[in-house]
Nanobody, 124 residues
């Protein structure tokens, strides 16, 4: 079971940017699809992006399309989520999780492991 660690969250003003990182505690990301998710207070966890390590596919939910950019660094074995033009409604705990493949922005075949996540707060 691939265990991932998220980092990079923080407090930012509306319109600002943050970059989240997702790296495995051990093993390689090769062969996996990595999904970014978020959970706002009182709401269900939702997927925002999926990036395939195998073929480079990247999908985004409509709510973040054009503002968020997912990427990977093979040498660092790390996936990133660059979040631009942040809005108060982006406030949530953000998680990454490993799966088998991407279907659009949806991560299929998710591993049943969720880390601590990283808090993103967008507020003036």
């Amino acid at each position: 079971q691939l265990r991932l660690v998220e980092s990079g969250g923080g407090l930012v003003q509306p319109g600002g940017s943050l970059r989240l990182s997702c790296a495995p505690s051990e093993r390689t990301l090769s062969g996996y699809a990595i999904g970014w998710f978020r959970q706002a207070p009182g709401k269900e966890r939702e997927g925002v992006s999926c990036i395939s390590w195998t073929n480079g596919w990247i999908g985004y939910a409509d709510s973040v399309k054009g503002r968020f950019i997912a990427s990977r660094d093979n040498a660092k074995n790390t996936v990133y989520l660059q979040m631009n033009n942040l809005k108060p409604e982006d406030t949530a705990v953000y998680y990454c999780a490993a799966g088998s493949y991407c279907s659009g922005y949806v991560t299929k075949g998710l591993n049943n492991y969720w880390g601590q996540g990283t808090q993103v707060t967008v507020s003036s």
